[in-house]
């Protein structure tokens, strides 16, 4: 396939233009979990939940 058809495929079709929103919410998905891992490994030890209701009140 040449580039003309594969563009031509992407974004003048409606499965290709499927392709494309999955892709980026398949994407989306796994940075998400990539940034929530390593945002869980750095902040591990956490205070209490009961301790940070005081400062609330």
């Not at 079709?13 to 891992?37: F, P, Q």
Request: net charge negative.
């Amino acid at each position: 396939m040449d580039f003309q058809a594969i563009y031509s495929f992407l974004f003048e079709s409606y499965a290709g233009l499927a392709v494309l929103v999955g892709g980026g919410l398949i994407i989306s998905i796994i940075a998400a979990a990539i940034m929530e891992y390593r945002t869980r490994k750095r902040y591990v030890d956490r205070a209490d939940k009961e301790r940070d209701a005081e400062y609330f009140e």
